[in-house]
């Protein structure tokens, strides 16, 4: 079974119902965090940091997930100062979602607006707080320095040093994209592979004179097509990095982004299309759509509702309306 849908917003003790601006603020930054119920609050990071300043009497939300080893999904919302000066030993790459995020980083301090990528190393010093009254949101992935060299060493061919992206705030749409990804999908393990892969290229193209060697665009046609036939049999279920690894004979990131080259898209899209194409199979048979969503693989209906419309553009029950013709 997939990971469960979770939305979560958490005010602190200073929000309340005279502080209606900053409730107005937080609402347009609501969160749905997609995790599996036992990831919540796991913020090795700085995740740590941020859930102490839920404490204040400035107030906030958190949210946050790990849908898999060495890959963290944290989202928030906070007005005034949000945390003190601390540091945390991943990469941190994010996304200002609403107001004026303002922190201080490398001795200068740093203003990212809405739809601006922020990127800080790993074992870095910064704090945070808010640069306008109506507070700030955002959404930020951490990655386990071990788990971006493993991508790096397939983008490049090679081994190589972390990228150090030296503008911290940015509008690379390269990274944006990967980041809103992220939150759109469940965090099984096969999107969180592709992930790490999205990230490595973004942050060698936001890094001044590195660029992925010719030696990564190598395809092994016949590992991908293995990998696939794979996740044919296996549609209706989580799959595990490891099984395709197994299976495919490549490393998690050398078959995600090979998979990509060769197809159009990554290992994880595609077992999550042919999800889709059996829960249209089972809408035609006039099935319950609580029913599909069950036998298809998703969470629960609200979770397969979500990902057929993104898919589609259509939700299911009106999918199935339309296929009904019209009614006398």
């Not at 790096?152 to 030296?166: A, D, E, K, Q, S």
């Not at 660029?211 to 696939?228: C, F, I, L, N, Y």
């Not at 993104?310 to 009904?324: D, E, I, K, S, V």
Request: charged share 25%.
């Amino acid at each position: 079974m997939a990971p469960a849908a979770v939305t979560m917003t958490l005010l602190g003790p200073g929000v309340t119902a005279a502080t209606t601006a900053k409730r107005r603020n937080a609402k347009s930054c609501s969160v749905v965090v997609l995790c599996s119920p036992v990831a919540l609050k796991e913020t090795r990071s700085g995740g740590q940091g941020l859930e102490r300043s839920c404490g204040d009497a400035l107030g906030g939300w958190i949210a946050s997930a790990r849908p898999a080893d060495g890959v963290e999904l944290f989202r928030a919302w906070f007005s005034g100062r949000a945390y003190a000066r601390h540091r945390h030993d991943t990469y941190a790459i994010g996304l200002t979602d609403c107001g004026v995020q303002v922190f201080d980083y490398r001795g200068a301090a740093r203003v990212s607006l809405p739809g601006q990528v922020v990127v800080l190393y790993p074992d870095e010093a910064h704090d945070g707080r808010a640069g306008a009254a109506d507070g700030f949101g955002y959404r930020i992935v951490y990655v386990e320095p071990a788990q971006l060299a493993d991508a790096l060493r397939t983008v490049l061919g090679r081994p190589g040093p972390l990228p150090f992206v030296r503008e911290p705030v940015s509008t690379s749409a390269r990274l944006g994209r990967a980041l809103d990804a992220a939150f759109r999908l469940p965090p099984e393990p096969l999107a969180a592979d592709s992930l790490v892969v999205e990230l490595a290229d973004g942050l060698l193209a936001a890094e001044s004179g590195r660029e992925p060697s010719g030696a990564s665009h190598r395809v092994d046609a016949t590992a991908v097509e293995r990998a696939r036939r794979f996740l044919d049999a296996e549609r209706t279920r989580v799959v595990h990095s490891t099984e395709l690894e197994r299976v495919s004979g490549l490393s998690r990131y050398d078959l995600a982004r090979q998979f990509r080259a060769l197809l159009g898209t990554s290992p994880y899209r595609y077992l999550l299309m042919r999800r889709l194409d059996l829960a249209r199979e089972l809408i035609h048979g006039r099935r319950a759509l609580a029913e599909v969503a069950c036998e298809a693989g998703f969470a629960d209906q609200a979770h397969f509702t979500r990902v057929f419309k993104a898919a589609f553009g259509l939700t299911p029950a009106r999918y199935r309306a339309l296929r009904a013709g019209p009614r006398v």
